[in-house]
């Protein structure tokens, strides 16, 4: 089990002034702030685990802010990414919000915007993670079914009743409630709408189509 | 002496245009009127003993008013024609075939007028494939119809003329009208008195020495020896008129050549009239559809090499302007980002500083103002390198002529003042004495000021701009004066501020830009509204040789 990590705010600034000013700003907020001088040595930090979130200048020596957001992306760390720019311009701007960041400051920003973005960075960090966490619960629980359970599960997520499931799987209408409570209780679910919210939640089921309540 | 280019403007061929009814009549009974005019005139030419006209302008009529004003002309073509027919074949050409002759004629004009608007034909003849396509048009749509027609109207009045005879006479007659009479009436019709106010003498001088010519030719009292060669004198007069005149004044004078030169043919006066009026009037067709052709032609030529140079002068101011344009972009987006990136750290240091503060921890205040400071003389830095940049960029300073600065200068704005039509009254005496600048940078202060004078008067049809320079002992004092409508007077107290434009398009540069130079030179920008209207920009220069009101040494002159 590794330590429990705690959220951090990881800085990417090439300019050592500013890099050391913002630092020491959200330090006397009591965040936890890691800097780095280009967008590699931030990849080579971070990954899929790592809480926190990323404050990062759009112009970096190499790989630049948007790019680096876009590989943090394709990597698989969902980290909320704010970025600061001493450019400012509206286009760039627009691109890296479409591109999925959270926020976009312009170099000098007021000490109170900067808190408040990462603040609300980090919060959702936290939503991200604890609705991941709760999928990847459900994702195990729904790989101890046995084959049969599944089958009456895919079924039911079809919205087909007890009787026409028994007579597809060409078994008895007792046997087809005997699996449906047991996969019940082996999902957790407290209801036939909580087991279908369950699994639809999962990547596996995303796609089904629903007719049942 | 280069003149803008007729209007684009083409007409519109439908018979639901939007002329009231009143114009289409009038403009119906001039066809009419003119049509039967310059029919009467084309019987003049007539060999006995069947009354061929060998020459033919009334068709030419028809395609001009009918390509200008619509197919609404049409009708009046028709009576038109109807008139010619029935006052001089009279009774000998029964009434159906007459008919046949008309429709066959309208039906001639209407398919000339269609194909001139179809293929775009542009009356201002600016471009070669506006004379060519004239040209077919004429000789095809035009004249082969009518030509067929007026053909098929003689084989049937008279029994002894077979058709194919008498087609080929009937097509050069109709052609050599059509080239005379159609390019002059669709030039002065489509473009009126336009461009007509400038080079005068040339106009007057060009149609004396024509007409000079013409009447000695035609009208008999020089041998043929003598009077054949001087007819090619004409040549190079309308050679330069198309060089030199607007379109309408060419083709006029082309015309009025023409119907001299038929008109003493037609009389039996003149070189061509000896071999009997058939042939002679052939022989002078031949001659006058290549004086035509000549005339067309270079005049076209002409237009199309203008306004090429025309296009290539606009394309280098759009690539000045967005040159300018970007080079401010590229500077204070850099600029900012130099700025900015200090500034950041100055403003988080002091918000940090703030907090440390109230946290009393002192030590670590004390670090963060430390740096606080450092940052702030950073960016301090940052804009001093920047002056010292831009200092460095001054050209090297000659010594020069007043005049031989501002001529230059003339000189390239020239075809935009006459574009615009503005009037520009130069004084700058020759005996100025030299003064010491970097020619790039006032000519481009006299550029400004002169771009802005320009307008300021545009809308005037009197627009005049003043330059003038004046030795003031210890400077040269140019000024620009315009007779526009003056500078708003909230506007003179930021006149010269960056960004202050307050003319659309502009981006504000100009008179800033304008005014830094002169100060790099020692000298002084202003500007001032005059009590009658109109605004006065002053700028001085220094001398380079101060006092020089008391002559120039020759010893120093030379000095260059």
């Known amino acids: 089990m590794p330590a429990v990590r705690h959220p951090q705010v990881y800085l990417v600034d090439d300019d050592p002034d500013v890099r050391s000013a913002v630092t020491l700003l959200l330090k006397t907020e009591d965040f936890r702030v890691s800097a780095f001088g280009d967008a590699q040595a931030l990849l080579d930090t971070v990954d899929d685990k790592t809480p926190g979130c990323a404050v990062l200048d759009v112009r970096l020596p190499g790989m630049d802010g948007i790019s680096l957001q876009r590989e943090l992306r394709n990597r698989g760390i969902r980290m909320p990414v704010i970025f600061i720019t001493g450019h400012g311009d509206i286009p760039m701007a627009v691109r890296a919000v479409n591109e999925g960041a959270l926020d976009f400051l312009e170099k000098p920003f007021r000490d109170d915007s900067l808190i408040e973005a990462v603040r609300h960075a980090l919060a959702t960090d936290e939503d991200q993670r604890a609705g991941a966490a709760e999928m990847a619960q459900v994702e195990e629980r729904l790989a101890a079914l046995t084959p049969r359970e599944r089958q009456v599960l895919e079924a039911l997520l079809e919205g087909k009743p007890n009787k026409l499931i028994a007579r597809d799987l060409d078994v008895s209408v007792r046997t087809v409630e005997i699996h449906r409570g047991n996969l ?5 679910a407290k209801s036939a709408s909580h087991l279908a919210r369950l699994a639809l939640a999962c990547s596996e089921f995303r796609d089904q189509p629903v007719s049942a309540g | 002496m280069p003149i803008a280019p007729l209007p684009q403007t083409r007409p519109s061929l439908s ?47 028809g395609l001009a008013f009918t390509y200008l004003y619509g197919y609404r002309m049409l009708p009046a073509l028709g009576i038109a024609t109807g008139l010619i027919l029935w006052q001089f074949t009279e009774d000998a050409m029964p009434l159906v075939e007459a008919t046949g002759v008309v429709l066959a004629t309208m039906a001639g004009v209407g398919l000339g007028a269609w ?38 109207a003689m084989a049937v009045s008279i ?3 077979g058709f194919s005879d008498t087609w080929w006479l009937c097509w050069v007659a109709d052609l050599i009208g059509f080239l005379l009479v159609t390019p002059a009436l669709i030039a002065w019709l489509a473009a009126g008195r ?72 037609g009389w039996g006066l003149g070189p061509f009239a000896d071999a009997g009026l058939e042939q002679s009037l052939l022989s002078l067709n031949a001659q006058l559809a290549l004086l035509v052709l000549t005339g067309l032609l270079l005049a076209a030529l002409r237009n199309e090499r203008e306004s090429a140079e025309a296009r290539g002068r606009q394309h280098l101011d759009d690539l000045a302007r ?27 240091y002091a918000s940090a500083s703030r907090r440390l503060l109230d946290r009393e921890r002192l030590d670590d205040l004390r670090d963060a103002l430390t740096q606080l400071d450092s940052n702030a003389h950073r960016a301090a830095e940052t804009i001093r390198q920047v002056r010292a940049t831009a200092m460095s960029e001054t050209p090297r300073q000659v010594a020069m002529a007043p005049r031989d600065l501002i001529t230059p200068v003339l000189e390239l704005l020239d075809p935009e003042l006459k574009r615009r039509r503005v009037r520009i009254d130069v004084d700058v005496a020759r005996s100025l004495p030299h003064i010491r600048v970097a020619p790039v940078q006032i000519e481009q202060v006299l550029v400004n000021l002169l771009r802005n004078a320009m307008e300021a008067v545009e809308t005037r049809l009197d627009g005049t701009i003043r330059v003038a320079a004046r030795n003031l ?17 909230e506007r003179l107290a930021t006149l010269f501020d960056p960004f202050a434009t307050w003319k659309s398009g502009g981006i504000g540069l100009g008179l800033p830009i304008s005014r830094s130079l002169v100060e790099a030179h020692g000298g002084q920008l202003t500007a001032t509204n005059l009590d009658d209207g109109g605004a006065r920009f002053r700028f001085t220069l220094p001398l380079e040789v101060p006092d020089a009101r008391s002559q120039t040494p020759a010893g120093l002159s030379g000095r260059r």
């Open chain 1, 184 to 188: 019940m209780q082996k999902m957790g």
């Open chain 2, 15 to 61: 018979f639901k245009s939007a002329d009231s009814g009143i114009l289409v009549a009038s403009r119906s009974a001039m066809l009419i009127a003119l049509y039967y005019a310059v029919g009467l005139w084309g019987y003049v030419f007539t060999p006995d003993p069947y009354g061929i006209p060998l020459v033919w302008p009334a068709t030419g009529v």
């Open chain 2, 115 to 152: 194909a001139l608007r179809r293929f775009g034909f542009s009356p201002g003849f600016e471009r070669l494939r506006d004379v060519l396509l004239l040209l077919v048009v004429g000789a095809l749509a035009a004249s082969g119809l009518a030509a067929t027609a007026g053909a098929w």
């Open chain 2, 159 to 161: 029994e002894e003329l």
């Open chain 2, 194 to 265: 336009r461009h007509l106010d400038s080079g005068l003498p040339m106009i007057v001088l060009l149609a004396a020495s024509l007409i000079g010519v013409s009447a000695l030719v035609y009208s008999g009292v020089l041998e043929t020896g003598l009077a054949m060669p001087l007819s090619y004198a004409v040549f190079p007069l309308v050679m330069l008129a198309a060089l030199r005149c607007p379109i309408q004044i060419t083709t006029s004078l082309i015309l009025i050549v023409g119907a001299i030169a038929l008109s003493g043919t």
């Open chain 2, 322 to 348: 967005a040159g300018r344009l970007s080079t401010l972009g590229e500077l204070s987006a850099s600029l900012a980002h130099e700025l900015n990136q200090p500034l950041c750290a100055v403003t988080s």
């Open chain 2, 473 to 489: 002992g210890t400077a040269l004092e140019i000024t620009v004066t315009d007779n526009g409508p003056g500078i708003p007077e």
